[in-house]
């Protein structure tokens, strides 16, 4: 019996129930509460006898069930925990176990709306009823993400019946090698792991290569920090992954694949092997698969914690067994990879794109984007924006619809909206640059923003208010960079290393005139000669900042100023004399005795002395001490 | 008229044809542009860390020419600004942390990052040192190691790992606290490492170096009371004027000991002439073996590397070993025992020292079974490096000097005692001294030309007097383990097997001078040595009338209990790492009535499924509730791999040990202790 | 693994846990290109890697020692100290870093004494990490405590937490 005869044509969401109530169990939102939530909802459905069922084994009962089900993250982690109720496609916001009560009353024996659980369009005050409503989803086009967030992950049959491994059995039935390159290349697809380099080239060039082993890999090393676009795709859609690496396997050649999953995301480490479990359970990874006479085997394996390692020949390494330390190219893997075999290595999300690809075809995907990047891109929106979480977009999406349409804008440190308060977006994590004011309307693909120093990156986007003091940015982003440096090569290993005591000195004061001029040809000569990905990137936020951002470097190194207030050493506290009661009572608080003054008299800091602690901001009942916070609100 | 095509690449603007290179910098090189690298090895594997070979292909962007292979049609420039601006700053980065002081290092003159600083013109050093100052491990008798030197190029580790097969250093910690490091970042002198001392020789700075003992020797030569007697080995000879500037392989022999006599050395005789007394100790025991067709292959055991490596992974082999001691020790054990009487003085006042091509040679000469009557029969060790910065010191220069001969009578040899050096020279000398013992006569040509090569392993049929022989002969360990593997599952059978640890044999250990060159060098020392055997009047160890003198004074017969007793050794299983007994089930109080369990875990017994019974024992002790009494560790290695598994029980050895009968020994040696008498114990 | 698993096993003999290696080992087929999964099941059962467990898998890999420690010491994942029974670990990733991650760091350091040098507690309860990146940036700042995932953390809910598991330890040892 053979598990495809069981998918309809159509997919049904309500998978034959009357209601269906999802709830969100991404790690954002389980880790705020949302197994409760679930737990409360079975015990109430019990409680009030409403016939229900929980593992959707009984798809074919229309008798007015209804299903609550788990599904992966649906991208809105901020709001999370959260509920969707189909088929009015309802979504509640921040749900607690208390509140399960009201809304199986109000919602499911009712046909009403819980108001006080729906999202609040900050600015409008509108009250969003679903997706259908929410700007944060509307907004997006969401393929790769589309299932997140519907079916659950654990679910075969749900994937199947939403066609799920249709595109992977065309592949070995129906199409040849050629065909299914020829398909990806016509289509476009570049890499999304950050390289956007063309996946049908990569593929066809493994293709080629006569040998009687290849592989497949699956980048699932996010490593970004601030990037989680893979995580949910493997938590929330495990089986795209899977299919995804079959057609990859089936392309080239390649009979064995395996997907690189860092070890920080136990979630989507135990989803993607109970996928491989169940798909080899029911015939669809193993011997003659989809009776075509290849095989296809899918392993598992964690990563230990190195970054590097999302770098391709560094991950091979790795998976020798070895140290996680590149090799230089040439040779390149889809020649000589993993055991010296053609290897092909493809992030998640350019698998999931292939998936969509082969099934609907190069032509569907081509209808959004841009001629030279088409497709979608996921983003993770984090940062001073109103509306966090993972996003979809197709290429040459501008910023400002990013920012502002989809993520409702830029917010104050104290959360509150602030119109006037955009100053950078950070995009491509730890390798990437910074986006200004002026890039607000340049629409965002690859080749674009390479021409203005940044790159995509894997997608982190995270936005930042005016309190941001874009040094520290870069420096944040050197010292990570510089701590995940394998060490092989001089140049990062050092350079960086020298990088960072640079922006040490720049931020605590100490840079001179020389200081900026070195940093920028050590940054260049890094970029240019180091062995891989990593230490050619590594330059890249320091680089961009000096170039978007020099006027607060100059500030640093010769005024010895932070204009953002945030570089603690150069914040020089004082006390404004007509403010100051003379109460002493900073004096007290002071750790290092930095305050003097007569009572009653205006008190003064010593410079010399101040740690720039903040006690006596704290302690000053009339707000005399200035020059602690960066003025924004 | 048709012009042949050739593939070739531009460089600089100019066309190379392309010959077989493997990469760029190979074509690079040839074109006359010797661009800098420090982790290039033609020998190793590319590993491509250094950035110093960057060039700048034409429509491909910055490359490493050392990873790039070479393709029809590229256009390569080597020296654009870019590139120049990036070489110097690696150099700069590098120069920051690096420990500076190269007027007290002993590489000052031959370091490679001294001389790529002084040609891309480095005169200030820009950025800071930030690392912090890690100690010096001097805990090896071979080798210092001083981490504040090293580059990180890996190649020590790569040689270790591909040609030695050993790994007994590799990179640990990741990013800015990457270090070269012995495991668990002991001192080298605890583990695996077998001294050959090879790390050093591809080191391009003062990281790793021969440890030196030249203070010890100065002291003794300017001691009143003792009598400095000096031995030179064979490869010496023609590589120190190496570091006078000489040509490559010029035999500069009776310089040196001219050189020696003025520096104060008392009496100085040759290696050679023991190698000839080793030829005919280890040539009697091979036609015995090979007479009576037992412990075949015989392997030689004149490479003090190569014997710790066979003590450490191959103890089920050492039974093969020659008991023979190397020329070395055969002479500092023959002058210790002959001399005193000879010149009226005591055995202590006569100091041996000897000058050798070789780090483990320091090594060797402090084993323990090469002391007699409490002293060493080798003091100290000098390395030809040594030697040469010695009579640097004294202000002479070697090649002025008048030449002057060996004293007698153990300054006297054949050209069999020379050709030692070679890889293969120990194997032609023993051949040399078979074909005249059993055949009655002396080899008419005693060259033997098939025997003599620069591959790592050659095999060779020959025939002598009617008998068959087959004989290997290897240099590398991690081939020589290669034939090791091959002989233990049958798949080869010789004869003889002649190990040396450095490539191309003793001419290219590591106490030689050494230069990116070193190929070369090696090349022309061998040829030298087999030059100096041509010029000598006897080419066999047999025709040495000293040797045979010394056999009717002091040793009798070949092979003799005395010489046995001054010229042969024995060997031991050495753990492979210094790794205390891993205590796996601990008794809860321990105290004197716990019985304690080891089982082996070495290599030998693991492979025979110690595990096992490790496994077998613990859950027996915890299902019978034994654990106050019976302690359980695992131990690396006793002195039996040949009948493994071996475990201990309290003082008695179990060998080819199963559970049941460790399980019987426990119980039995419990109730022992109990009762203090046997009784029959329940299972 | 949640707190009574891991009292579990650390009521478990020596005896049983090397038991464990050898069937790790023998899992794994011996294979050394296996090293790392190898690592990662032992440090499960010990906690972290111990030296003479580190050296018995090098032997029954048949890989040099060197290597292995070279290997370990590569990862961050991977302890060769003994690490306290609640790994704290705090995520600096952009993100969380952008909202506040360090005084949390901060906090807790003072609270349990513990500084970058030395992130575990004498008795072996804390040992304090910070992460690069947890992957759940939408709920800034992220602290884990073992597997357990805390949310929208101030220095106060962190100082918090750590008094409740205090509480909690006290209260199972009378």
């Not at chain 2, 075949?296 to 093969?320: D, H, I, R």
């Not at chain 2, 022989?469 to 034939?483: F, Q």
């Amino acid at each position: 019996m053979h598990m495809m005869e069981q998918t309809t044509s159509h997919p049904d969401p309500l998978m034959g129930a009357q209601r269906r109530v999802i709830l969100c169990a991404g790690t954002g939102c389980v880790a705020n509460g949302a197994m409760k939530v679930y737990a409360a909802f079975q015990e109430r459905m019990q409680a009030y006898n409403l016939p229900f069922t929980l593992e959707l084994r009984e798809e074919n009962d229309n008798s007015g069930k209804t299903a609550v089900t788990r599904s992966g993250c649906q991208g809105f982690c901020q709001m999370g925990p959260l509920v969707t109720i189909l088929p009015e496609n309802i979504l509640y916001n921040q749900v607690k176990p208390a509140d399960v009560e009201e809304i199986i009353a109000v919602s499911l024996i009712g046909n009403g709306v819980v108001e006080r659980l729906l999202y609040i369009e900050p600015g409008t005050e509108h009250a969003c009823k679903g997706t259908d409503d929410i700007p944060f989803y509307t907004r997006q086009q969401r393929f790769v993400l589309g299932d997140c967030g519907i079916i659950d992950p654990d679910n075969l049959d749900e994937y199947l019946r939403n066609d799920g491994y249709r595109a992977a059995k065309k592949a070995f039935v129906q199409m040849s090698q050629e065909e299914i390159c020829t398909e990806i290349s016509e289509s476009g697809l570049r890499g999304r792991g950050g390289g956007g380099f063309p996946t049908g080239r990569k593929w066809e060039a493994a293709r080629r290569q006569v040998d009687d082993k290849k592989y497949v890999i699956c980048n699932a090393d996010e490593g970004d920090p601030g990037a989680f676009m893979n995580r949910s795709v493997m938590e929330g859609n495990p089986h795209s992954v899977i299919e995804g690496l079959m057609i990859a396997a089936r392309a080239i050649g390649a009979d064995e694949t395996l997907v690189y999953v860092r070890a920080e995301y136990p979630l989507a480490v135990q989803r993607m092997r109970r996928a491989v479990k169940d798909a080899g359970e029911r015939g669809i990874l193993g011997k003659n698969v989809f009776g075509s006479g290849f095989n296809i085997s899918c392993e598992i394996m964690e990563g230990a914690g190195a970054f590097v390692c999302g770098e391709e020949t560094a991950m091979i390494a790795s998976i020798e067994g070895q140290r996680g330390m590149p090799r230089p190219k040439p040779p390149f893997p889809a020649e000589s990879g993993l055991w010296g075999k053609p290897t092909i290595i493809n992030n998640v999300e350019t698998l999931a794109h292939a998936v969509r690809i082969i099934r609907e075809g190069a032509f569907r995907f081509r209808e959004l984007g841009t001629p030279a990047s088409p497709g979608t891109k996921t983003f993770a929106l984090t940062g001073h924006v109103a509306n966090t979480g993972l996003i979809e977009v197709p290429f040459g999406t501008t910023l400002r619809e990013i920012v502002y349409n989809i993520g409702g804008g830029i917010t104050a440190d104290d959360g509150s909206i602030d119109p006037a308060g955009f100053k950078a977006v950070q995009i491509g994590g730890p390798s990437g640059g910074c986006l200004t004011k002026e890039h607000l309307d340049l629409p965002m693909d690859f080749d674009s923003l390479r021409t203005v120093g940044a790159m995509v990156g894997s997608g982190g986007l995270v936005a930042m208010n005016q309190g941001t003091c874009m040094v520290a940015v870069a420096r944040f982003f050197m010292e990570f960079t510089q701590r995940e440096s394998c060490g092989k090569c001089v140049l990062c290993r050092e350079g960086t290393r020298q990088m960072l005591a640079m922006m040490d000195d720049i931020i605590e004061g100490k840079a001179d005139e020389t200081t900026l001029p070195l940093l920028r040809e050590l940054a260049l000569a890094v970029q240019k000669g180091s062995l891989c990905g990593l230490g050619k990137t590594a330059p890249n936020p320091v680089l961009s900042t000096l170039r978007h951002f020099a006027d607060e470097y100059e500030a640093h190194v010769k005024d010895k100023v932070c204009p953002a207030g945030q570089c603690k050493a150069l914040l020089k506290p004082w006390i404004d004399a007509e403010k100051c009661k003379g109460c002493g009572k900073c004096v007290k608080k002071c750790p290092v005795e930095a305050i003097s003054g007569e009572l009653k008299q205006p008190h003064a800091i010593d410079q010399e002395k101040c740690i720039k602690c903040g006690a006596c901001l704290l302690s000053c009942k009339f707000g005399a001490v200035e020059g602690l916070q960066g003025g924004y609100a | 008229m048709m012009k042949t095509q050739s593939a070739t690449i531009t460089v600089d603007g100019r066309p190379v044809t392309i010959e077989g290179e493997r990469n760029l910098l190979e074509l690079v090189r040839k074109a006359g542009i010797d661009l800098p690298t420090f982790c290039y090895h033609s020998d190793l594997s590319v590993y491509g860390a250094c950035r110093l070979c960057l060039v700048d292909v034409e429509g491909r962007g910055i490359l490493g020419a050392c990873s790039t292979p070479p393709e029809p049609g590229l256009v390569v420039r080597t020296n654009t600004q870019e590139l120049r601006e990036i070489r110097k700053i690696s150099i700069e980065l590098l120069l920051a942390n690096h420990d500076r002081e190269c007027t007290s290092c002993t590489r000052s003159g031959s370091c490679q990052l001294q001389d790529i600083a002084r040609r891309l013109g480095i005169t200030k050093i820009r950025y800071r040192s930030i690392h912090q100052l890690k100690p010096v491990d001097t805990s090896s008798p071979a080798l210092t190691r001083d981490p504040n030197k090293c580059v990180l190029c890996g190649d020590c580790v790569r040689f270790c790992d591909e040609i030695q097969g050993i790994g007994a250093i590799d990179f640990a910690y990741r990013g800015h606290e990457a270090a070269v490091l012995p495991a668990f970042g002991r001192d080298l002198g605890e583990g695996e490492c077998i001294n050959c001392g090879q790390c050093a020789t591809v080191c391009p700075t003062g990281a790793l170096a021969p440890a030196s003992e030249i203070d010890a020797v100065w002291k003794a030569i300017h001691d009143p009371d003792t009598v400095v007697v000096a031995q030179i080995a064979p490869a010496v000879r023609v590589a120190i004027g190496e570091q006078f500037g000489s040509d490559y392989g010029l035999n500069t022999t009776g310089q040196v000991v001219a050189a020696m006599k003025r520096m104060g050395f008392n009496i100085v005789y040759d290696t050679s002439f023991t190698a000839d007394l080793t030829v005919i100790e280890e040539a009697n025991e091979f036609i015995a073996r090979k007479t009576k067709g037992e412990r075949l292959p015989l392997f030689t055991s004149c490479c003090p590397g190569w014997v710790k490596f066979a003590e450490q992974s191959f103890p089920q082999l050492l039974g093969n070993l020659s008991s023979c001691r190397s020329p070395q020790q055969m002479m500092g054990s023959m002058v210790k025992h002959t001399l005193p009487a000879q010149l009226g003085r005591e055995r202590k006042d006569i100091v041996m020292v000897s000058i050798m091509p070789c780090t483990a040679k320091k090594f060797e000469a402090r084993r323990p079974e090469f002391r007699t009557s409490g002293s060493p029969d080798v003091d100290f060790v000098l390395t030809t490096q040594e030697l040469a910065r010695m009579i640097e010191e004294s202000g002479l220069a070697l090649n002025k000097l008048h030449p002057a001969s060996f004293d007698m009578p153990m300054g006297f040899k054949t050209g069999a005692g020379v050709i030692f050096g070679n890889s293969g020279g120990v194997t032609e000398a023993v051949l040399r001294y078979a074909v005249g013992n059993i055949t009655g006569q002396n080899p008419v040509d005693p060259e033997f030309e098939e025997i003599r090569g620069e591959q790592a392993l050659r095999i060779i049929r020959t025939e002598v007097g009617g008998l068959e022989l087959k004989l290997a002969i290897v240099h590398g360990l991690a081939k020589a383990r290669e034939v090791m593997n091959r002989i233990l599952e049958g798949s080869l059978t010789v004869d003889l097997v002649e190990v040396m640890a450095c490539p191309g044999g003793c001419i290219g250990g590591a106490g030689q001078p050494v230069g990116r060159d070193i190929a070369e060098r090696r090349r022309a020392r061998t040829e030298s040595l087999y030059n100096a055997d041509r010029l000598l009047d006897l080419h066999c160890s047999q025709e040495n009338h000293f040797v045979n003198e010394c056999y009717q004074k002091y040793l009798g017969e070949p092979g003799s209990r005395e010489s046995h007793r001054l010229l042969h050794t024995h060997y031991h299983h050495r753990r492979r790492a210094g790794a205390e007994d891993i205590a796996l089930a601990k008794a809860k109080e321990l105290g004197d009535g716990v019985l304690t369990v080891k089982v082996c875990a070495g290599t030998g017994c693991f492979l025979r499924n110690s595990q096992a019974i490790i496994q077998g024992l613990m859950k027996y002790v915890e299902a019978n509730d034994l654990d106050e009494k019976v302690q359980v560790q695992a131990s690396f290695c006793f002195e039996m791999c040949g009948e493994g598994p071996n475990v201990v029980v309290g003082e008695s050895i179990i060998s080819h040990a199963t559970l049941d009968t460790v399980i019987t020994a426990i119980h039995a040696e419990l109730a022992q202790m109990s009762t203090g008498s046997v009784q029959a114990g329940a299972c | 693994m949640n707190a009574l698993e891991m009292e579990t096993i650390l009521q478990q003999t020596p005896a049983r846990r090397f038991e464990k290696v050898c069937a790790i080992l023998e899992q794994h087929d011996n294979q050394p290109q296996r090293l790392i999964p190898i690592l990662q099941a032992v440090q499960e059962e010990y906690r972290y890697l111990p030296e003479d467990v580190l050296t018995f898998v090098a032997t029954g890999l048949d890989v040099p020692p060197a290597r292995v420690f070279g290997v370990a010491t590569f990862y961050s994942h991977f302890a060769l100290k003994p690490k306290g029974k609640y790994c704290i670990r705090l995520c600096d990733g952009t993100a969380c870093h952008v909202k506040r991650s360090i005084p949390i760091l901060e906090a807790i350091y003072k609270r349990l004494g513990l500084s970058s040098k030395r992130n575990t507690t004498e008795d072996m309860l804390f040992t304090v990490e910070t992460v690069a990146c947890l992957g759940a940036c939408g709920l800034a700042p992220v602290v884990v405590i073992n597997e357990e995932i805390h949310g929208q953390v101030t220095p106060e809910a962190a100082v918090k937490l750590i008094d409740e598991i205090e509480e909690r330890e006290k209260v199972s040892c009378t």
